[in-house]
């Protein structure tokens, strides 16, 4: 049997004023905002499909998801212009999408920064911790990185948004 891991990889990123970090392992890439083909009749939230090499990608908006301010992707993709720089100095990557890696099956996830790829501590990451007004199978904890709060957020849930079935919201769209 394995010994748990002393450090995670992550990935920290914003979308709306919110932090967020996830596994990097979940990230099989970082591709600038790029247009979509609208989904008809599809949630708010499921901002249309990509193609990506040949691959046809469906594109969430995690802002939308977590109804993090109002606004739509161009809004976001406005918002993501006056991102803070990083802890560096540098400035931040605006607008990316990142393509994340669930069950099998690939879909984009719309942010509005992306700050860096890092080690945390397995002891720095704290599920027990729900975060206030972000309570959802998404989000699963929370952790502490240079002094400021990131909401650790689960791949897999986010999946199932993107095949138009009930969802963790409550609600049916088709």
Sequence with gaps: MNPAPTTVPLIAFGSGPQRFVLD???VRELVHAMP????????PWLLGH???????????????VLALGQGSATQAAKDAAAAPPTSSGSAAKTSQIMVLDAGG??????????WEVLRLPAAALRPDLAPAGL????????????????????VRPLLALTHHQDNFLG????
């Excluded at 990509?50 to 939308?64: A, I």
């Excluded at 309570?135 to 689960?154: A, K, M, Q, T, Y």
């Excluded at 609600?171 to 088709?174: N, P, S």
């Design 24 to 26: 990097v392992m979940r």
């Design 36 to 43: 979509l083909v609208p989904a008809p009749g599809a949630p």
């Design 50 to 64: 990509m193609v990506l090499r040949g691959e046809v990608l469906p594109v969430l908006s995690l802002r939308l």
């Design 105 to 114: 099956h690939s879909f984009g996830l719309l942010v509005d920064r992306v």
């Design 135 to 154: 309570r959802s199978p998404i989000s699963f904890g929370l952790c502490d990185i240079r002094g400021e709060p990131h909401v650790l957020l689960d």
């Design 171 to 174: 609600e049916r769209h088709e």
